[in-house]
């Protein structure tokens, strides 16, 4: 799966801009731990992919991590829905919410780099 392209609708590309533009102190701090190939694999931010744009993706592993704010309380169904299509294209998810990430960093981390190592 390393490098597959997963298409995506043209129209968010910006959208997606202005959502890195304007990230959440809970994206802004996973994004610290993540960047720069800090676990050895890279990472991009609001990444557009089919008619949606997910918090981080790495296409050499084929992982997403998502951080959900309050926005995502109600939205369980739609939710699972965006996550399915895009695990048919062999994608897999981390889901953390806001609170995990700002209450308790040092095991959402623990997480990703667990994730990544049996990922690669």
């Not at 959440?24 to 676990?39: D, H, N, P």
Request: glycine residues 4%; hydrophobic residues 40%; charged residues 25%.
């Amino acid at each position: 799966m390393k490098n597959k392209i997963i298409p995506y609708n043209p129209k968010l590309k910006e959208f997606a801009r202005t959502l890195r533009k304007n990230s959440t102190l809970a994206e802004v701090i996973v994004w610290k731990s993540i960047k720069q190939r800090a676990l050895g694999v890279q990472f991009h931010r609001q990444v557009p992919m089919l008619a949606y744009i997910v918090d981080f993706y790495c296409h050499e592993i084929g992982l997403v991590i998502e951080i959900d704010g309050n926005s995502h309380d109600f939205n369980y169904f739609n939710d699972a829905k965006r996550q399915g299509r895009l695990e048919k294209y062999g994608v897999q998810f981390l889901r953390f919410s806001n609170e995990e990430v700002l209450k308790n960093m040092f095991s959402v981390s623990l997480s990703i780099e667990e994730t990544v190592k049996g990922l690669q």
